[in-house]
């Protein structure tokens, strides 16, 4: 035993570390005064190997010595003591993790949570709730208690890993609470770019439009996933002022940028996009040209109609699908407006694409407003037998319009529902009919809103059964 105690007041911090490392890898009760004088050295390192060797020897008279390592100055001290408490009953262990709860370090909480667990300890206290759920990394449980979650968020965000950090951002964008402003605007200058990200949607979730300026500098960060994440917001809280900025964003080296602005630009209602958002109809990636196509469409101005014919062209189905949808979106009768029949004619040439889809689509769509005859390359001789140019245009749009009822994107699904309640006709009926249990809410309502409109026109019932002895119009 004395040889233990000059062991420890060797001047040699490597000395004292190597023998605590070898007692405390077997520890007996015989050690146990030499752990605990070690638990007053200087050395951090020696402190902790003591507290960890105390933790092993599950002996009563550890819990003194364990509680003096848990008030320990270090964290990697207290860690190291936190587990030794589980083999101790009553409240005096309890007391003394309670606190840490609340501990500036994300180890040190996580330990003390999971002890007091392990002592079967239930708080009492809402705020003693709040701090052991948040320990734990419950945070989805902490928005129910408003502002007094706002503390305990704001220590992990000082503290916590970038994953516990996103989370927390995550839980404050749920709280109705002006405070919640002050930790979610120091994030927005955090150095890791997926907190910054998470602090940017939990802004705009929490903020709505008093979000703008602080979202505006974030457009031009360093990191594309931010200024991504910044479009997205800016769209969602429908910032107009935002507009000229977001404009910038349609030339962004990254398409998830450029896609994520041409969005946000429809959103927004921007007139003054029209020109930049019709240039972007060009861009490499059809992603983007696809994001363009339907901010036109929102838009509604008949401005994009040549850009939008032009896109009908596009090597990728995904685009010219969609430009058709925009085109109608903005004028039912786009192709009887100066320009769409001046497009039309510059889309003439698509009909010698070297694309066969290319070829068939602007030919079936060239035939089907009656721009080039029945006998043009992509046509069919015998397609739609009978008809006139009109109803034949409408079939066209039937067509077009039941086939982006299956899109991913919601505003799609939407325009598409609302386009063909004005359609009409028993196929644009049955489509819809598909569609009144669309996952989003606004799809569902332009789709039962499409159907009540066909039903007081021709008589059909909301789901399809014939009202006063009528029978559904045929296509």
């Not at 008030?71 to 003591?81: F, L, N, S, W």
């Not at 749920?174 to 890791?192: C, F, G, M, N, Y």
């Not at 299956?406 to 699904?413: G, M, P, S, Y």
């Amino acid at each position: 035993m004395t040889l233990w105690f000059s062991q420890l007041k060797s001047k040699n911090v490597e000395a004292r570390r190597k023998f605590l490392e070898e007692l405390c890898a077997k520890p007996e009760l015989r050690s146990l005064s030499t752990l605990k004088q070690a638990l007053e050295d200087e050395d951090t390192e020696v402190r902790r190997l003591a507290a960890a060797g105390l933790a092993k020897l599950r002996e009563a008279a550890c819990l003194e010595p364990l509680l003096q390592a848990v008030r320990d100055r270090e964290p990697e001290v207290q860690k190291a003591a936190i587990p030794g408490l589980k083999q101790f009953t009553g409240e005096t262990p309890i007391e003394a993790l309670r606190p840490l709860l609340r501990s500036h370090d994300a180890g040190v909480r996580g330990a003390a949570a999971q002890t007091l667990e392990a002592l079967l300890w239930r708080p009492a206290q809402p705020e003693d709730e709040i701090w052991f759920f948040a320990a734990k990394g419950m945070f989805s449980r902490l928005p129910a208690f408003g502002s007094e979650a706002i503390p305990p968020l704001e220590v992990i965000l000082d503290s916590g890993s970038y994953s516990q950090c996103v989370a927390a951002l995550q839980a404050l964008g749920q709280i109705e609470d002006s405070r919640v402003l002050r930790p979610i605007l120091r994030a927005l200058r955090s150095a890791d770019p997926s907190v910054v990200v998470a602090a940017v949607h939990a802004l705009a979730d929490c903020a709505g439009p008093q979000a703008v300026q602080h979202l505006a500098g974030i457009l031009t960060h360093r990191n594309g996933q931010v200024r991504m994440a910044a479009a997205e917001a800016l769209g969602m809280v429908r910032a107009p002022g935002m507009a000229e900025p977001l404009r910038r964003l349609l030339k962004d080296e990254l398409w998830e940028v450029r896609r994520a602005a041409a969005e946000a630009l429809g959103r927004i209602q921007d007139p003054e996009a029209i020109e930049a958002l019709t240039r972007s109809l060009d861009d490499k990636d059809a992603d983007v040209r696809e994001a363009t196509a339907v901010s036109l469409g929102m838009l509604g101005d008949s401005r994009a109609i040549a850009a939008l014919v032009m896109a009908l062209k596009d090597g990728n189905s995904g685009v010219r699908r969609i430009a058709s949808a925009s085109l109608t979106r903005i004028d039912q009768k786009w192709s009887s407006s100066p320009e769409g029949r001046a497009a039309l004619e510059d889309l003439k040439p698509a009909l010698k694409d070297k694309d066969p889809d290319v070829r068939h689509f602007v030919g079936h769509l060239l035939s089907g407003v009656g721009t080039t005859p029945p006998t043009a390359p992509s046509a069919k001789e015998d397609e739609l037998p009978g008809l006139d140019a009109q109803e034949r245009r409408r079939k066209l749009a039937v067509g077009l319009f039941l086939a982006v009822l299956c899109d991913t994107d919601k505003d799609l699904r939407q325009a598409a529902a609302e386009a063909l309640g004005l359609l009409g006709g028993s196929r644009a009926q049955a489509g819809l009919l598909r569609v009144v249990a669309d996952p989003d809410p606004d799809v569902r309502h332009a789709a039962e809103k499409s159907l009540r409109g066909l039903a007081q026109v021709s008589g059909i019932g909301h789901f399809g059964n014939g009202a006063a002895g009528q029978a559904p119009k045929r296509d």
